[in-house]
């Protein structure tokens, strides 16, 4: 079970989508709001947002998509979305849960009025974020199968705007191409077939990278917009430890490799020869220097002796 979150502006675009084709739309439960017509509403949810003019984006907009092969009932449903809009503090509000199964998965749709019953604002920072912890929460406590990563077949891209779209779009294109580049610059290269631009910021005048953002179209989204994991710090991470484990050898490394592993006994009693070796040596090296140390102050001693007899 994954979320996506779209604070919107207007409620009739939000209704009139979720609820204009029926043969797709279920009703599983609504407070405050009529659910036979998209335009009643939507002329609902407005009412409310009127109490609180100040407030230009009051449409809550969850899609909650489910793994494709579960079988969930409605009721089950109705309660995973409320308990979804509970532990998001969005409570004492006019809402809709409206079930979509016109996709090889069922997929929810929760609308609510970010302007709540008593004229107040409910605030929406972080939203985006604590619909995905609230939604694998979930998932655990009803047993359904865990989404371990955004999955683009499971998204309903359908119900995002463009921007949105493309910055899944982005999210994939970087998730399918990273494993296959050595560095930075055969990720831009990459990506640039997918007609996706990689931009760099760099620290003043000089040439440290701060910053990476990608660009498709007209939309340019921050590496760490897309992904936190895909903040420029993080991505050189990311390569460096597959350096590290060794994905781009070339042929005669791994053939070398290879014929090593076969001879890999003879070579570490070598190596253990070798150290052994290399052991006895300095260890007989600092005895010989300690004995060296001896004599010196032996003969020191001696010579204070000799002194001390010449002046009595």
């Not at 749709?109 to 604002?121: D, E, F, P, R, S």
């Not at 998932?139 to 499971?154: D, F």
């Not at 992904?227 to 597959?242: A, C, G, W, Y």
Request: glycine share 4%.
């Amino acid at each position: 079970m994954i979320s996506k979150v779209i604070i919107g502006k207007t409620f009739y675009g939000a209704c009139r989508y979720i609820l204009m084709d029926q043969k797709r739309a279920v009703v599983l439960e609504t407070e405050g709001v009529r659910d036979y017509d998209y335009k009643l509403m939507a002329k609902d949810f407005e009412m409310q947002q009127a109490s609180r003019p100040s407030l230009t984006k009051a449409v809550f907009h969850g899609i909650i998509s489910f793994y494709p092969g579960e079988k969930i009932e409605d009721r089950m449903m109705a309660a995973i979305a409320k308990k979804y809009l509970l532990e998001m503090k969005i409570t004492n509000t006019q809402f809709a849960t409206v079930k979509h199964i016109d996709k090889n998965h069922s997929h929810l749709h929760i609308l609510a009025n970010l302007v709540n019953n008593n004229g107040k604002t409910i605030k929406d920072n972080w939203i985006g974020l604590k619909g995905k912890k609230i939604a694998q929460k979930l998932t655990i406590e009803y047993g359904l199968k865990e989404a371990i990563s955004k999955n683009i077949e499971l998204t309903n891209l359908e119900v995002l705007n463009e921007r949105e779209a493309n910055k899944y779009f982005i999210y994939q294109a970087i998730l399918e191409t990273l494993p296959k580049c050595r560095n930075l610059n055969d990720l831009k290269e990459k990506l640039v077939k997918k007609k996706i631009e990689t931009l760099y910021k760099y620290k003043g005048q000089t040439k440290e990278l701060q910053g990476i953002s990608f660009k498709i179209h007209v939309y340019k989204y921050k590496g760490s917009e897309i992904d936190r994991k895909f903040s420029i710090s993080n991505l050189e991470k990311i390569i460096q430890q597959q350096q590290l484990r060794g994905l781009f050898r070339s042929p005669a490394t791994l053939s070398s490799t290879k014929m090593a592993s076969q001879n890999k006994q003879p070579q570490l009693d070598n190596i253990k020869n070798e150290n052994k070796n290399i052991l006895d040596q300095l260890t007989r090296r600092e005895q010989t220097d300690q004995s060296l140390s001896n004599c010196v102050e032996l003969e020191k001693k001696n010579k204070k002796k000799k002194s001390k007899r010449f002046h009595l």
